[in-house]
């Protein structure tokens, strides 16, 4: 059984910085792009970044390039997604997710990506 766990989320203020883990089980992320989106209230879901597993390529939405990183542990098979400069309109539950027929970085697709994680809250107060 695949399942991912995020954490990390949690009501920060604006300017500070937040990183946020999704530990895998039953999938190893080192063998398939990973990806983090973001939903707001109200908004579609929307991708912010993806770590590729052919080249360790990124690639990042023009909303958050500079603020977010994006990065693997294979030892501890887990992906983060480190925050800077939070802003307001960071609010959001993020999630991370597998795209399993791809190993490289493509466009944010959400039917693309398969397996995906139950989210973390992060709320920023201005």
């Known amino acids: 059984e695949v399942r991912f766990v995020e954490s990390g989320g949690e009501l920060a203020q604006a300017g500070g910085s937040l990183r946020l883990s999704c530990a895998a089980s039953?999938?190893?992320?080192?063998?398939?792009?990973i990806a983090w989106f973001r939903q707001a209230p109200g908004k579609e879901r929307e991708g912010v970044s993806c770590?590729?597993?052919?080249?360790?390529?990124?690639v990042y939405s023009d909303s958050v390039k500079g603020r977010f990183t994006i990065s693997r542990d294979n030892n501890k098979n887990t992906v983060y997604l480190q925050i800077i400069s939070l802003k307001p309109e960071d609010t959001a539950v993020y999630y991370c997710?597998?795209?399993?027929?791809?190993?490289?970085?493509?466009?944010?697709?959400?039917?693309?990506?398969?397996?995906w994680g139950q989210g973390t809250q992060v709320s920023v107060s201005s």
């Open positions: 997710a597998a795209n399993t027929m791809r190993r490289l970085c493509s466009r944010f697709l959400i039917y693309e990506y398969d397996y």
């Open positions: 039953g999938l190893t992320f080192d063998d398939y792009a």
């Open positions: 770590l590729s597993a052919s080249d360790g390529s990124t």
